[in-house]
């Protein structure tokens, strides 16, 4: 029956975007008909032109695409307004909405048995639930997705961040690719580097990049490390390390200049910024949830595609089917405006279906770089804005942290508050 829909009634819901989108993506209707409340008449408007570009990338453009606003919360009136599409064929998918449409929707499932065929589809479990009415009685059957559908509703990260009318400037991962590094090289070359500083303190990491490392040009893979002789050798060990992981080759120098060459274009990105290690390694984490996961980091992101206005910058981003996640390494202090900024622009290029990751190895105290009753402060403000926080990477191995991930990932979804 599903595979021969030819109406599909969606409940509009202004606060999981992404879902209003999926159902055709999942049932290939011919005619799609959306009921928006009132008030969502701006969500949808601006929208519905995204909507129809990512059916046209995936072929599944319905015949006819209807918005039928809405103006009114009275139950019944409502109810009238989707009776009124329960002609033969039409499936009523009850997920989403206002509270008032869903008990509208209700009340036609319940008293118009057979005008529709009523499903919920949930994309975050995978699964459709058909409810059918016979006489007195009801039937409710579950249907898991099978792999060709859960092809059909997973999203890219390109297509989230389009979708919601932005736009995927340019990214670290993107350009290593366009560099001729394939997925695997960035992950062992990141790897290398990796092991390499955690056989010395986070720290030392800090004093060598960037005060001491400097690269010779974007598309050079040569740096110099420089300082008096004190400097260098507070970072030599470090340096040994990253030689002998086979990240540097050494390529002479004098006391206060020492010259090195990276391996990759991967090694030289990590060693340009401090924290750019800690994104290039959740991103190789990202990856390991599943053969499907293409994770991007070091991303920059423009509203609506305005030029100059690429300042949003995400750490790591990466979907799970169609949900996207969003990552934001801090490898020092996390300060309040920092998770404000990373909610707000999550929520703008995610809405309510996203995931926030806070990985913030500092946050563990034990360091004792940041006091324990800021670490509570921050802590408090994060779950405030439904953010979720990793802390023990540098401890653990990538199939413990890709594990972490997944279990956070796992936990019910908290819709943010924004304050």
Request: net charge negative; glycine share 8%; hydrophobic share 40%.
């Amino acid at each position: 029956m599903l595979e021969k829909t030819d109406t599909l009634v969606e409940l509009y819901d202004p606060d999981t975007h992404i879902y209003n989108a999926l159902g055709v993506l999942l049932l290939r209707p011919r005619r799609v008909v959306f009921i928006v409340p009132e008030h969502a008449s701006a969500v949808y408007d601006k929208y519905k032109d995204a909507y129809r570009r990512l059916w046209e990338s995936r072929g599944a453009v319905p015949e006819r695409v209807e918005f039928v606003e809405t103006h009114t919360s009275d139950i019944m009136e409502l109810a009238c307004v989707i009776d009124a599409f329960a002609d033969e064929g039409a499936v009523l998918d009850v997920e989403g909405g206002t509270p008032e449409l869903y008990l509208a929707a209700g009340y036609v499932y319940g008293t118009s048995p057979g005008g529709f065929s009523s499903i919920r589809i949930d994309f975050a479990d995978g699964k459709i639930t058909e409810y059918s009415r016979t006489g007195d009685g009801s039937e409710t059957v579950i249907h898991h997705f099978t792999d060709e559908e859960r092809a059909r509703v997973a999203l890219s990260v390109e297509e989230c961040i389009r979708i919601y009318g932005g736009v995927l400037e340019r990214s670290t991962v993107a350009d290593l690719l366009a560099k001729g590094m394939t997925p695997a090289e960035i992950s062992a070359d990141t790897g290398r580097v990796w092991s390499a500083m955690l056989r010395r303190s986070r720290r030392t990491w800090n004093d060598l990049v960037p005060d001491r490392i400097h690269m010779r040009g974007e598309r050079s893979l040569d740096l110099y490390v420089n300082g008096n002789e004190y400097k260098i050798r507070a970072v030599s060990n470090l340096l040994a390390d990253l030689v002998a992981s086979g990240a540097l080759f050494p390529r002479g120098g004098d006391p206060s200049r020492r010259w090195y060459r990276c391996r990759s274009y991967a090694v030289a990105a990590c060693l340009r910024s401090a924290g750019a290690l800690l994104e290039l390694y959740m991103n190789s984490v990202a990856c390991e949830l599943s053969p499907d996961v293409r994770a991007v980091s070091g991303v920059y992101l423009s509203f609506d595609g305005e030029e100059g206005s690429s300042d949003n910058e995400i750490d790591c981003i990466f979907t799970l089917g169609p949900i996207p996640v969003f990552i934001s390494c801090k490898n020092g202090r996390v300060g309040s405006e920092e998770l404000y900024k990373f909610a707000a622009v999550t929520e703008q290029f995610g809405g309510s279906e996203k995931i926030a990751v806070l990985v913030a190895p500092a946050l563990d105290g034990r360091d004792g770089t940041i006091p324990p009753q800021r670490i509570k402060s921050v802590r408090e403000r994060a779950e405030l804005y439904g953010i979720r926080i990793m802390t023990d990477v540098y401890d653990i191995p990538k199939s413990a942290a890709a594990a972490e991930l997944r279990r956070l990932l796992g936990e019910k979804h908290k819709k943010a508050r924004q304050t």
